[in-house]
């Protein structure tokens, strides 16, 4: 299985922007990259995914790099709510969603 | 609500007792995934059913009996269970394996066993 490599945890001031990266090199040309999130007390929540490009949705911005073999989430503006776990994940139609220890980002206020 | 539905949201049961836990989902997925996290550890995969059939067991005792009588609904049935099995259950659905889409989660079902 593709694994993924995040920093255990990271901190973060509010309204300011975050950058959690992941590495992944040993990624497939068939993996996709996905980041979920689980807050306290709740299931995972799905935050974004790509495979090449970089995406953005209305919750955060997904940069992958040219060769792939690490990505980048971006948070713009970080709240107090988007204190969570952030897991990266590789997926593809021949493995399961595959959770690792993921990055336990805080928010100051 | 993400459309993942979990019976009940907590259960504490003793380890002679028999008890299912509910997921429902009606979101057209045809793939349903039960997951276990235990405290301060990743979330485990446990079993993964795939137009109803299972395809994914990762060595789980068989204490745990999962079933799967459509593509909405998802149960995992527990009996003799031991403390450790105490975890936070958490049923997933997606579209069929493919990395190109998202999985929803239920809230989970924290499950105490004394």
């Known amino acids: 299985d593709a694994k993924t490599t995040q920093p255990n945890s990271m901190e973060s001031n509010e309204e300011e922007p975050v950058h959690l990266p992941c590495n992944h090199s040993?990624?497939?040309?068939?993996?996709?990259i996905h980041w979920y999130r689980q807050l306290p007390s709740q299931g995972p929540e799905y935050v974004i995914h790509?495979?090449?490009s970089n995406v953005n949705n209305r919750m955060a911005s997904l940069a992958i790099a040219e060769d792939r073999k690490s990505s980048t989430l971006i948070l713009h503006r970080a709240t107090l709510r988007d204190a969570a776990v952030y897991y990266c994940i590789l997926h593809n139609a021949g493995n399961m969603l595959t959770f690792g220890g993921g990055t336990r980002l805080m928010v100051k206020p | 609500e993400t459309g993942v539905t979990q019976t009940p949201r907590h259960l504490v049961m003793g380890m002679t007792n028999k008890k299912s836990l509910k997921c429902e989902q009606h979101l057209g997925h045809n793939a349903m995934y039960w997951y276990k996290q235990s405290a301060k550890k990743p979330l485990e995969l446990m079993f993964v059913y795939n137009f109803k059939e299972q395809t994914e067991n990762n060595s789980v005792p068989s204490r745990f009996s999962p079933e799967c009588p459509n593509s909405s609904h998802l149960f995992l049935h527990l009996h003799t269970l031991q403390p450790e099995d105490s975890a936070l259950y958490l049923c997933a659905s997606s579209q069929i394996k493919t990395g190109n889409t998202e999985a929803f989660f239920g809230q989970g079902t924290r499950l105490t066993v004394v």
């Open positions: 790509g495979l090449t």
């Open positions: 040993t990624i497939s040309g068939t993996d996709y």
